[in-house]
C-alpha cells in the first residue's frame, strides 16, 4: 500500500504539553498522595511517552505495567470489539490504579480498558487521555483527566502515530495530506 503524501502541522508544542503535565500531575498527587504505591498502567503503544513523562513528574510510589488493547470493527464501525493482545504482568486487586491512554476518539478502548480493570476490583482506579476528541464519542465516557480536547483531526506525535510513523515528534501535530 502506498502512503499518501503529507505533511505534519504542529498543533500543541512540547512546551505546552509539559506545563499541562505538571498541572495534571498535581491533581493526580492531591488525588492519590496517601498512597502506598500507585499503579499506572499505560495503553501501547500510543501512551509511552506520555507515561514516560508523566512518571516522572509525579512525586508518589509508582509501579509501572502495561496493556495492549486493539479496537477493530466488523465491518460496521458501531459495533466495535476491543481485545486485550497483552495483559498486565500484577494482580490490580486492592490496588490504586491510574490508566493511561494516548487519545479518547470513539471512546471504545478506554471504557471497555476500565471496566475491565474495574472488574478485578482495585481500591481506587482513576483514567487520564492526554488529548480528547468529545466530536468523535460513540460511547458515553470520559477520561478523569484529560490533557487538552481538540477538534476531529487525525494527529500524529509524542507517541502517536499515523502508519507506525511519527511516533517520535516532541509535539503533536496534525497531519495534513498534500495530494
Ligand atoms: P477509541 O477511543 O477506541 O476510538 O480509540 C482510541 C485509539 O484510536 C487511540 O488509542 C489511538 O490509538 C487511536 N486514534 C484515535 N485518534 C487518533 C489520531 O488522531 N491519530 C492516531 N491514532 C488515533
Ligand atoms: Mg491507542
Known sequence: MT???????????????????EALCREIHDEFEDTQKLVVVGLLRGSFIFIADLVRELDLPVEVDFLEASSYGDGMESSREVRILK???????????????????????????????TSRKPARMKSIALLDKPARREVDFKADWTGFEIPDEFVVGYGIDYAQRNRNLGFIGKVRFTD
Open 87 to 117: 495483559d498486565l504482568r500484577s494482580g490490580i486487586e486492592g490496588r490504586d490504579v491510574l490508566v493511561v491512554e494516548d487519545i479518547v476518539d470513539t471512546g471504545h478502548t478506554l471504557s471497555h480498558v476500565v471496566s475491565l480493570l
Open 3 to 21: 502512503q499518501r503524501p503529507y505533511v505534519v502541522d504542529e498543533m500543541i508544542s512540547a512546551k505546552a504539553i509539559a506545563a499541562r503535565i
